[in-house]
Structure formats: structure tokens, C-alpha cells
T-cell receptor
Framework: TQLLEQSPQFLSIQEGENLTVYCNSSSVFSSLQWYRQEPGEGPVLLVTVVTGGEVKKLKRLTFQFGDARKDSSLHITAAQPGDTGLYLCAGGWGNNRLAFGKGNQVVVIP | ETGVTQTPRHLVMGMTNKKSLKCEQHLGHNAMYWYKQSAKKPLELMFVYSLEERVENNSVPSRFSPECPNSSHLFLHLHTLQPEDSALYLC???????????????FGPGTRLTVL
């Protein structure tokens, strides 16, 4: 069973601050996705990283895949209230299967 | 309609009721999934359909019965559920055979199910 540990589970910051959340595993994944989920909605795909050491940027969000393809981080610069949500990481394995973490709940206070 | 849609968005049912959840994907994908999301737990994969054939059933109780009549539609038939089955049920789709990009799953908004 592939397990992904996300930390911190909950993070509350002021608007304009920076934050980093983490997704760690002892398993190697073929890819890693980050999703954002808002209350009452389904997860929305933000990014897919595939290569060890890969860095992708999506506006103020920076995603990094670990060199060994076991872990990932998400950094948000100058957080905005619209960044509030549950950030889920999911590791790809086997025949297009995903293993999910429990999520990082981020709250950005205006 | 675009993406993945699910109906109903909210459902309250008694333990003796029979109901169905519906999912429709407009992305031209060939694989569809049912997940269960409970508080403080990772998403749990329930069923996988690939090219309309069920390829995975993760030890889900028989009171949940999936149906995939074609590659765009997926149903989850519910009967004699238990209160612990209350959760957000999410449908997703993907394009299998697309290499690692086949890992990209696109989710619907979910059905919030409450079993009394």
C-alpha cells in the first residue's frame, strides 16, 4: 500500500505571507499530482510532475518533485485569500492508479 | 456541460432506501472511478472502470453496486446503507494508455451523502 504523508495538516497564515507544505512517502511514484479542493467541491488538478527534481510554477505556486520521486513540496508566494483550500497530493503508480494523502488545509486570512 | 458532472449534489437517505448516484464525463476519457472521501482520511478508491469493464473493486461492500453503461456514464447504486457510509462520493475520469499523463484524473463536484 502506497502511503503519502502530508504536513502540516493545518496551516493558517496572513495574506501576503509565504508558505510551504510537504508530501512525503517511502514509495517511488511515476508521477505526482497536486490538487486543490474547496468545501463542497471536488479536487481540481493544479499540476503534474514527472521527472525527479522537476520544478513547475503556476503563477505564485511552485511545485517540486524530489530527486528520488518519493516526495514533493508546494510553495505559495504572497498568499491570497483565494489560495484557501485543502491541498491534496497524489502519487501515480501501477496502471494509472493514484494514492492520495490526507491533505494540507490552508487558510489565508485577509 | 464540461468536465465531469455528478448528480445529485446532496442526498439524504434512510438505511432501507435504494438510491443511485450518477456521473457523466465530457472529456472523451476511457476510464472512470468512484472514490469515497471521509473526514480526515485519504480518498479511498472504490471502483475502476476501463473501457466500460470493471477492472478493480477494492473490497467494497455489496451494498454499493456500480454500473458503467458506456464510457461517458457511471452510476453507483446504493441499498441498505449504514450511517458510517455517510461521506462525499467523488467520480473521476482519466485517459488510460496515455503514459504517465494517464495518471491525471479529473474529478466531479461530488455527492454529499448522509445516511440516517
Amino acid at each position: 500500500t502506497q502511503l503519502l504523508e502530508q504536513s502540516p495538516q493545518f496551516l493558517s497564515i496572513q495574506e501576503g505571507e509565504n508558505l510551504t507544505v510537504y508530501c512525503n512517502s517511502s514509495s517511488v511514484f511515476s508521477s505526482l499530482q497536486w490538487y486543490r479542493q474547496e468545501p463542497g467541491e471536488g479536487p481540481v488538478l493544479l499540476v503534474t510532475v514527472v521527472t525527479g527534481g522537476e520544478v513547475k510554477k503556476l503563477k505564485r505556486l511552485t511545485f517540486q518533485f524530489g530527486d528520488a520521486r518519493k516526495d514533493s513540496s508546494l510553495h505559495i508566494t504572497a498568499a491570497q485569500p483565494g489560495d484557501t483550500g485543502l491541498y491534496l497530493c497524489a502519487g501515480g503508480w501501477g496502471n494509472n492508479r493514484l494514492a492520495f494523502g490526507k491533505g494540507n488545509q490552508v487558510v489565508v486570512i485577509p | 456541460e464540461t468536465g465531469v458532472t455528478q448528480t445529485p449534489r446532496h442526498l439524504v437517505m434512510g438505511m432501507t432506501n435504494k438510491k443511485s448516484l450518477k456521473c457523466e464525463q465530457h472529456l472523451g476519457h476511457n476510464a472512470m472511478y468512484w472514490y469515497k472521501q471521509s473526514a480526515k482520511k485519504p480518498l479511498e478508491l472504490m471502483f475502476v472502470y476501463s473501457l466500460e469493464e470493471r477492472v478493480e473493486n477494492n473490497s467494497v461492500p455489496s451494498r454499493f453496486s456500480p454500473e458503467c453503461p458506456n464510457s461517458s456514464h457511471l452510476f453507483l447504486h446504493l441499498h441498505t446503507l449504514q450511517p458510517e457510509d455517510s461521506a462525499l462520493y467523488l467520480c473521476a475520469s482519466s485517459q488510460e494508455g496515455a503514459g504517465v499523463l494517464g495518471n491525471e484524473q479529473f474529478f466531479g463536484p461530488g455527492t454529499r451523502l448522509t445516511v440516517l
